[in-house]
């Protein structure tokens, strides 16, 4: 046979055919197969032939399958069955199955995956899409192809996108309601939602049924009221017509001695469920309701809602009682959702003009406005006055029940609080974050306002995902149902039954400036805030820059938790940042809607974080701090606060951690409190003040507090767990 004439590529080098790379090696092994016959090699017969060098075994090249959560990387592993001396790669494409790209996950074509000399494997990571409406587990499959230094094994792995989202989504909004006539109930108040068979239920017409003859404290009109609606037995509208009768004779009564009535108490604070028991009590029972008395509520009504809305002019009786008009141009404030509520309700019932059209026009604009500029929920209030929203979210829905105008979705801000309180409520699930005024408990337990806020918000929300997590939260905290029976018809909204926590450990509500952060979602996880943001609400505290970290307890935390001051002193003192003191005066932080700290967040994994405040706008002057930026860095149930500022001459920076465990001191540069050890790192002369728990800038009663000094630039400093 004629020896083939060619030219060989000299040694190291590859020939590169049709796309694909053969070695030396390879090549060689082909000539010598392609020789003459008799077995003899293709080179001259007088060359002498050298002895054949066994060809090694390839290992074989497979992948495998994989699984991941929607929105999560799903990885492949791309496998030999033994290392090998030289590198190994394989071309690797996706193809659809259940799953499409690329609405459900990002397609690979022709991927060279290489598998490093002395290596066993390679991962290869396909992203995929989260979505939030639950379509089950979807697949789709991944096949690899045109291995170099290895034989083909398993060549097809299936990948397994895992829905997140809750199987039952929520229901649909209801359509809108038909017009109904000038001056006729134009009121709608759903009970199709109610569960009679429920436990909550039964506890709900208990309550009801206790009040019928005696008033506990707490009980209104509306309860009876609403009882009615759902069982049409006329105990419970009579009660509800004396009661609300009985709140416009007793203000009839101070207005004729020439006073005012209760309504307008503590700047109108209470017009929203006062009205509301009125408003309620002739929508439920409007057979139940002569002439007479429906003259003279309107009047008593018509009156306190002009005054909310004209507050110099506000008059009882023709007599002038002017007021602050506090809060009725501040849509974040709770007193504002008050007013909505009164007029809504009024406006509703008695299907007005007047006041429909002074809602669409003047009133809830704004609130649409504000709402939109808080990604990320909460309240700028805080977490103490931010339970508020449970009216304003009740409110959301009686008017889109009424009118078909969805204001709960007209932004994100409703179903993000959702989440915001999930991300809120520390691990043990029975404490959330104690952000700003803390007036109903200063310890920051959780309560039934908490978990109607989360009730309110789930009926209105359309999305899947927070649907199914607030069901898990609503089941898992440690108020199960309602504590105190007046707030017991909230629980007659559906909390749900499936649904897990959130795959997100780390949280950031942008728009109030509150950020959350965990190691896991497990009841030993460690947990801990940062406030960085606006600072523009009288409840909010001088606390911009300040954390709190939580592990099986609070390990560093406010103050306020201990405060004689019942959770309201608003100053740094009490919190744990940086106390800056110009000649003997700390340095305040000052409310502003013109500037506002800022927080810059790099996610890491498993809860892991850097983040960089700007901390600067949050002073009243620069008379004692020129700037200040602070720098955490969280992970492994650990966190690092770097300070970095400039001061001017005559102050003092003090580095503070507020504790509710009496301090230890370890030798100058350490201290622990309980479980929380506290290291300086930085700078090398600052040293820990041994007096924790008395002193200038410590609120008697208040804890105990570790100070750190003699920083004039800057601190660095680590909070762990002891072990």
């Not at 520390?426 to 959330?432: A, K, M, S, W, Y």
């Not at 504790?659 to 700078?683: D, F, I, K, Y």
């Amino acid at each position: 046979m004629t020896t083939p004439s060619l030219s060989h590529p000299s040694i190291g080098t590859r020939i590169k055919s049709a796309g694909r790379t053969l070695s030396l090696a390879v090549l060689t092994i082909i000539l010598c197969q392609c020789g003459g016959g008799g077995g003899k090699s293709a080179a001259s017969p007088s060359t002498p032939t050298p002895p054949t060098t066994p060809t090694p075994t390839q290992p074989t090249v497979s992948i495998s399958n994989g699984s991941a959560t929607e929105g999560s990387a799903l990885a492949f592993t791309v496998s030999l069955s033994a290392s090998s001396s030289s590198s190994v790669t394989v071309k690797l494409s996706t193809a659809n199955g259940t799953a499409v790209a690329p609405a459900d996950y990002t397609a690979q074509s022709g991927v060279t995956v290489t598998i490093p000399a002395g290596s066993t494997s390679a991962a290869v990571n396909v992203p995929t899409v989260n979505d939030t409406t639950y379509e089950g587990n979807k697949t789709f499959t991944a096949t690899i192809s045109s291995p170099t230094n290895a034989t083909l094994g398993t060549a097809t792995g299936t990948g397994t996108i895992i829905d997140d989202e809750e199987p039952t989504s929520p229901p649909p909004p209801p359509p809108p309601p038909p017009p109904v006539p000038a001056g006729q109930d134009a009121l709608v108040v759903d009970v199709s939602y109610v569960n009679r068979n429920s436990a909550a239920f039964t506890r709900f017409r208990e309550w009801v049924d206790s009040g019928l003859t005696s008033t506990p404290y707490g009980y209104s009109a509306y309860d009876p009221a609403f009882m009615y609606l759902l069982v049409n037995d006329a105990k419970y509208c009579n009660r509800a017509v004396s009661l609300a009768d009985a709140q416009v004779t007793e203000a009839e009564a101070a207005i004729s001695a020439g006073g005012r009535p209760a309504i307008s108490g503590d700047s109108y604070l209470e017009v929203g469920p006062m009205i509301a028991d009125v408003a309620m009590t002739l929508h439920a029972c409007p057979s139940f309701v002569d002439q007479a008395k429906r003259t003279r509520w309107s009047a008593y009504a018509e009156q306190a809602i002009w005054n909310v809305w004209h507050h110099n002019e506000a008059t009882w009786g023709g007599k002038l009682f002017s007021w602050s008009g506090w809060s009725t141009d501040n849509p974040g404030n709770n007193y504002y959702y008050s007013f909505l509520e009164a007029t809504m309700y009024w406006g509703l019932v008695v299907n007005s003009t007047t006041w429909l059209n002074d809602l669409r026009q003047n009133r809830l604009p704004p609130l649409r406005t504000y709402f939109a500029a808080l990604p990320g929920g909460g309240s700028r209030e805080g977490t103490g006055y931010g339970t508020a929203h449970m009216r304003l979210f009740a409110v959301y829905r009686v008017w889109r029940d009424s009118t078909g105008e969805d204001l709960a979705n007209a932004s994100p801000h409703a179903t993000d609080s959702i989440f915001y309180w999930i991300h809120a409520t520390v691990p043990t699930l029975d404490r959330f974050a104690p952000i700003g005024d803390q007036s109903r408990d200063r310890e920051a337990n959780l309560y039934d306002y908490q978990r109607r806020l989360m009730l309110e918000a789930r009926k209105l929300t359309t999305n899947a995902q927070a649907y199914a997590s607030s069901s898990w939260w609503l089941n898992n905290i440690s108020v199960t149902n309602m504590t105190s029976a007046f707030n017991r018809r909230f629980d007659l909204l559906p909390a749900g039954s499936t649904g897990g926590p959130p795959t997100d450990l780390i949280y950031h509500a942008t728009g109030v400036g509150h950020f959350f952060a965990r190691t896991g979602w497990d009841r030993a996880a460690m947990w801990m805030s940062i406030v960085a943001g606006p600072y523009n609400e009288s409840h909010a505290h001088q606390d911009q820059g300040s954390f709190s970290l939580y592990s099986n307890g609070w390990l560093a935390v406010t103050a306020n938790i201990e405060a004689p001051s019942n959770g309201i002193n608003q100053g740094t003192d009490v919190h744990n940042l940086v106390r800056f003191v110009n000649n003997g005066t700390v340095a305040r932080q000052c409310e502003s809607t013109s500037r506002a700290s800022t927080l810059s967040v790099t996610p890491g994994t498993g809860g892991a974080f850097t983040a960089t405040a700007n901390l600067t706008p949050a002073f009243c002057d620069n008379n004692a701090v020129t700037s200040w930026t602070r720098q955490f860095t969280f992970g492994s149930r650990k966190l690092t606060v770097r300070d970095q500022f400039a001061i001017t001459a005559g102050t003092t920076a003090t580095f503070q951690v507020n504790t509710p465990v009496q301090p230890v001191l370890v030798n100058s540069r350490e201290a622990t409190a309980g479980r929380l050890r506290v290291r300086v790192l930085e700078p090398a002369n600052a040293t820990i003040s041994s007096n924790f728990s008395s002193g200038k800038y410590i609120e008697s009663g208040g804890g105990f507090r570790i100070d750190v000094s003699g920083g004039t630039t800057g601190y660095l400093v680590e909070l762990s767990e002891v072990q």
